[in-house]
C-alpha cells in the first residue's frame, strides 16, 4: 500500500473521549472512527489487523474440525421467547418491529439461532457431534460503551457452539476449544492468563475466561505468585486460617455507640481493629427480572455478617443464594423497616431473616455487634447462643496475599498477586440448558429422545486487536505483534522528489512483497522528522528508511520498531535482509535493544 493513495489520516491528538492508551493509539493511527458511542467505521489498517486475527482463529478451529457457518444478524423474537432471553436480556438487546410489526432483535450472541439450526437437523446420535462456529458482527445496547473497541456496542465476535450426545463428549468439545483458544492467544504472543470463572445459572458448570493482563482491563483478577491458578475476583476463593472460638461465652451486653455508624469510627473509638468487628450488610434474595415482579414487591431481605475490613462478593453471594443476578443491596429505609434501626446500627441478633455468616469470621467469638436498635451496640456476641446463623460461606472478596487454593491443596506457599485483565475469550460448557427450553433432541441408540449437550465458546475478535495494542506500545505508538500487524514493513521513502530513489524503493517494494511480505510504503511528500514519527505511531514490525544520501553509499536502513536498533544494510542485499531480520521476529528472537538508539536519530543520519 501506498500512503500517497491510501485514505488514511493520523492526528497528532486522540480525542477527548479516548482514555486508555490503546484507544488512544487506534484513534490517532486513522484506524478506528466512532460514528456513534460504541460503534465504529474500522479503516483499512484495523480491518487488516482483524483479518489476519480471524484467519488465526480460522486456523486453529479448521484444524479441530470445527466448521465455519454465517447465521443471521436480525433474528426473530420466537426464537428468543423460547428461552425466555427475550425478557432476561433486558435492554442489552436491541429490539425492534418491522413494517408488519413483527418483533426482532439484533443478534447480541447466537445460542438461539444456532440451537434452531441444530434441532432441524440432528436426528440421532449418529448425528452428532457438532461443532460450528462464525466471525460475526454482534450488537449489544451495552449501558457504558467505552475505550474504543474494548466495550463496544456493535463488535466482531467468533463465536462457536458444540454439540453433544452426553455430558462426558461435552467436556471432551470443551478441552478441544480450550486448547484451540491457547493456541490462538500463543500465536498472539499477548501475555494471558486462563482463569476461573463465574459460570452463573446458565445450567453448566465448567467455565474459563482468557484474560490479557494489562492495566486498563475492567476485570480484576487473582492470579498465584508460584503456580497457574488464576481467577476472576468474582469466584477468587478467599481463603483464610480461621481460628476456632476455644474460650468461654461471656455474658451478651448492649452499649450505647452515638455517632459511631462506620467500622471505621467504631474501630478507633473502641481500640479494636476493623479486622476483629463484625459488619451486618442486608440484601435482597428477589431476582426481580421482570417489571412484575421487582425486588421491592417482595424484599425476601437476608443479613450477610463479615469482618469489618473484608467486602462482599456479589457475584458469590448471588451463587450462594441461587440467583440468576448479583442481588441488590437494601435501601437504607428498607433496612430500617427490616431491622428497626438505621444501618450502622444493625446486626444479628434478633433478626427474623436468614443471616449468613462469611466462612473467616465462623471462630470468631464474644465480638461486637450492631444491636437493631439506633446508636447502640452489643458486645459479647456468640454464634448459636444469641443467634443462630443460616449458612457459613466463602462470601468475601479475595484479596492479594490469601492463600491460592492449587497451591495449598499441594502443600506449597503460593499466594494471590492482584492483576487488571481484558476478558478476550470465554469458554462454557452450558450443559442443557438451551436444547430443553427449545426441544432439541436426538435419539440414543436405544431410541430414547435426550436433550442435547451443549457449550459456547467466545473470542471478542475486535477488542483483542485493541487487547494486543493495549499490551504492546511504547511512548511513541504502536509495537504490533508480528501475528496481527497489518503490514510488515514499513518503508520510508526520504526524498520521492529524486527520480534515483522513487525507483530504488519501488524495486525494493515490489521484491519484498513477491517474497510474501506485506508492504506500506511512505512515499507521501513530508518531511522526513514527520515521516518517522507516524512510523513510530504505526508500528509495523520493520522500519526500512531509503533515501538519496543513503543510496549513494549504496545502504538503506533497517530498524526493528521493537528495539529501534538501527542497522545499514547494502542497498542490494535489503530484501534478503528484511526477510532475515522478519524470520528473527517471527521466531521470538530479536536481539535486544542497544542502550540509546533511538528511531528518530537513527533515521535522521539517511
Ligand atoms: P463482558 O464481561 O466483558 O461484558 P461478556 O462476558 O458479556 O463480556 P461473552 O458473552 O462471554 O461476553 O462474549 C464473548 C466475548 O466477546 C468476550 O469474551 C469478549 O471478548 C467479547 N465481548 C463481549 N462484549 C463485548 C463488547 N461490548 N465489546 C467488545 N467485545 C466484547
Ligand atoms: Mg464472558
Redesign the pocket.
Known amino acids: 500500500m501506498r500512503w500517497s493513495k491510501s485514505h488514511l489520516f493520523t492526528l497528532k491528538d486522540a480525542p477527548n473521549d479516548a482514555e486508555i492508551p490503546s484507544h488512544k493509539l487506534m484513534a490517532r493511527a486513522g484506524m478506528i472512527k466512532k460514528v456513534a458511542p460504541?460503534i465504529y467505521t474500522y479503516g483499512n489498517l484495523a480491518l487488516r489487523a482483524l483479518r489476519k486475527f480471524e484467519n488465526i482463529i480460522r486456523q486453529e478451529l479448521d484444524k479441530r474440525g470445527c466448521q465455519e457457518v454465517l447465521m443471521p444478524m436480525v433474528h426473530p423474537a420466537e426464537l428468543w421467547q423460547e428461552t425466555n432471553r427475550w425478557k432476561e436480556m433486558g435492554d442489552g438487546l436491541l429490539k425492534f418491529k418491522n413494517r408488519n410489526g413483527h418483533d426482532f432483535c439484533l443478534g447480541?450472541?447466537h445460542e438461539e439461532v444456532i440451537t434452531d439450526y441444530v434441532r432441524k437437523d440432528v436426528k440421532s446420535y449418529r448425528d452428532l457431534p457438532a461443532n460450528l462456529y462464525q466471525i460475526q458482527t454482534?450488537y449489544?445496547d451495552?449501558i457504558r460503551?467505552r475505550f474504543g473497541?474494548?466495550?463496544?456496542?456493535?463488535?466482531?465476535?467468533?463465536?462457536a457452539y458444540s454439540f453433544d450426545t452426553d455430558e462426558k463428549a461435552a467436556l471432551v468439545s470443551y478441552d478441544l476449544m480450550y486448547d484451540a483458544y491457547k493456541a490462538i492467544f500463543d500465536r498472539l504472543g499477548l501475555e494471558y492468563r486462563i482463569v476461573e470463572?463465574d459460570a452463573g445459572n446458565i445450567g453448566g458448570s465448567k467455565t474459563n475466561?482468557?484474560q490479557v493482563l494489562a492495566d486498563a482491563g475492567?476485570?480484576h483478577l487473582m492470579v498465584c505468585d508460584t503456580c497457574d491458578f488464576a481467577a476472576n475476583i468474582e469466584v477468587a476463593p478467599a481463603l483464610i486460617k480461621t481460628e476456632k472460638a476455644t474460650g468461654a461465652a461471656l455474658p451478651m451486653e448492649a452499649f450505647p455507640t452515638p455517632n459511631l455508624k462506620s467500622i471505621g469510627s467504631l474501630s478507633k473509638s473502641l481500640g479494636i481493629p476493623e479486622n476483629k468487628l463484625v459488619k451486618t450488610m442486608f440484601f435482597s434474595a428477589n431476582d426481580g427480572t421482570d417489571a412484575a415482579n421487582p425486588p421491592s414487591k417482595d424484599l425476601k431481605a437476608v443479613a450477610i455478617c463479615l469482618a469489618g475490613d473484608d467486602e462482599v462478593n456479589p457475584v458469590k453471594l448471588k451463587n450462594v443464594l441461587g440467583m440468576s443476578n448479583p442481588p441488590l443491596m437494601l435501601t437504607d429505609e428498607e433496612v430500617k423497616k427490616t431491622t428497626g434501626a438505621w444501618p450502622g446500627s444493625c446486626g444479628p441478633v434478633g433478626l427474623t431473616i436468614p443471616v449468613y455468616f462469611d466462612s473467616a469470621i465462623e471462630g470468631f467469638q464474644n465480638f461486637i455487634v450492631g444491636a437493631n436498635r439506633d446508636a447502640e451496640h452489643l458486645k459479647n456476641v456468640n454464634i448459636g447462643r444469641d443467634f443462630k446463623v443460616t449458612k457459613f460461606a466463602d462470601l468475601r472478596m479475595a484479596k492479594p496475599g490469601h492463600s491460592c487454593p492449587s497451591c495449598q491443596a499441594a502443600g506449597r506457599k503460593g499466594v494471590y498477586k492482584s492483576y487488571r485483565g481484558?476478558?478476550?475469550?470465554?469458554v462454557?460448557y452450558l450443559g442443557t440448558k438451551y436444547s430443553k427450553s427449545m426441544g432439541a433432541t436426538y435419539l440414543t441408540q436405544e431410541g430414547q429422545p435426550l436433550p442435547i449437550e451443549m457449550g459456547?465458546?467466545?473470542?471478542?475478535?475486535?477488542?483483542?486487536v485493541q487487547?494486543a495494542i493495549e499490551q504492546s506500545h511504547d511512548a511513541d505508538g504502536i509495537v504490533w505483534p508480528h501475528g496481527i500487524t497489518p503490514f510488515d514493513v514499513h518503508m520510508v521513502v526520504l526524498d520521492p522528489d529524486q527520480e534515483e530513489v522513487r525507483q530504488s524503493a519501488e524495486v525494493l517494494y515490489r521484491e519484498l512483497q513477491t517474497r510474501g511480505l506485506d508492504v506500506f510504503m511512505d512515499d507521501r511528500a513530508e518531511r522526513p522528522g514527520v515521516k518517522f514519527k507516524d512510523a513510530d505511531l504505526l508500528g509495523f514490525p520493520i522500519r526500512v528508511n531509503i533515501g538519496g544520501r543513503g543510496l549513494k553509499e549504496g545502504i538503506v536502513e533497517m530498524i526493528p520498531r521493537k528495539t529501534k536498533a538501527m542497522e545499514k544494510v547494502k542497498a542490494e542485499e535489503a530484501t534478503e535482509k528484511v526477510l532475515e531480520l522478519m524470520q528473527l521476529i517471527r521466531a521470538g528472537k530479536l536481539p535486544a535493544a542497544p542502550a540509546k538508539t533511538t528511531g528518530a536519530a537513527a533515521g535522521a543520519k539517511a
Open positions: 460504541g447480541a450472541t454482534k449489544r451495552e460503551p473497541l474494548m466495550r463496544g456496542r456493535e463488535f466482531i465476535m467468533k463465536d470463572a475466561e482468557f475492567e476485570d481484558i476478558e478476550v475469550g470465554h462454557f459456547c465458546y467466545g473470542i471478542g475478535v475486535s477488542r483483542t487487547a
